[in-house]
């Protein structure tokens, strides 16, 4: 298996969104990345990459020949097309409480072979975030690569239902993915989740933490910033090559969003800017790391159609 990596500082800036159909059904193993759309291309030097004429699949960021047919390869900038995700679960029935392994397969979407290279994209080849139905269960980890498009990620549901998982990765020569899939774990399903807004300053494992958002009543189809405010100035570090994470979801789990700080500089303030797509109120999490320790808190934020 060969597996190349280049860490592309720029990505860092570049802000990533994904709205996942919907008209989704929960469906046991059901694969929904059908209208997922995948971020635009940032727009870095490295971003040129050259193609074989012949196989589309076949991308580099070096000049070259052809792994496969030995035609010269051509340079040119990624399109931005989606990648084909199969998410599944070993047993295909898992059980609350037991160990089972999420697999994701990734083909390309050319000739639906598996994908042999990846970027470094915040340190990891592959995020993924899973979110239970009922937004009580929240997990941020980096499947492994273990075969040519196939990364696993050991993990334990806590209960029945149904479970979200957002997938971020970036084919090298290819545009960054981010692709929502859902998996089932039978049993009785938990009550969905009625949020109301709860901006409330939250305690971590070693900081505490505050929402303001501006306006203070986000708007669909709007920039919102989100504004957090820690306690924790001294010994705030970088978790996985940036100041924050945030992941947003809606309540009905439709919309998953993974964004990066727009400003932070290692001080008490770090601030996030999210574009709502629909009313709904959005469980937003967000994780920031101090002494070598992760804090992970979440905010429910309403968001209202613009009158
Ligand atoms: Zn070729
Ligand atoms: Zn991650
Ligand atoms: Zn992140």
Known sequence: ????????????????????????????????????????????????????????????????????????????????????????????????????????????????????????????LFHAFVVSEDLQFFEHGHPTLVADGEFQYPIQFPAPGMYRILSDFYPVGAAPQLLTATVFVPGVSPEPAHLTRDYDQKAGKNMRVSLATIPDQPTVGNRTQMRFTLDAAQGLEKYLGAWGHLLAASDDLIDMMHEHPLRADGGSQVEFELVFPRARTYRIWVQFQKDDIVNTLHFDVPVRTPQ
């Not at 971020?39 to 490295?46: G, H, Q, R």
């Not at 679960?89 to 979407?109: K, W």
């Open 1 to 124: 298996m060969q597996v190349r990596t280049w860490t592309i500082a720029a990505l860092c800036a570049v802000s990533l969104t994904t709205r996942a159909d919907p008209a989704f059904r929960p469906e046991p193993v059901a694969e929904d990345t059908a209208n997922a759309v995948s971020a635009s291309t940032p727009d870095i030097s490295e971003g040129i990459v050259y193609i074989c004429p012949m196989d589309p699949d076949v991308r580099s960021h070096a000049a070259g020949s052809c792994r496969r047919c030995g035609m010269t390869l051509v340079a040119g900038v990624p399109d931005p097309v989606e990648f084909h995700l199969d998410l599944g679960v070993i047993p295909s029935a898992p059980e609350p409480l037991r160990g089972a392994v999420l697999q994701f397969l990734v083909h390309d979407p050319w000739k639906d072979r598996p994908v042999p290279a990846f970027n470094v994209v915040h340190e990891r």
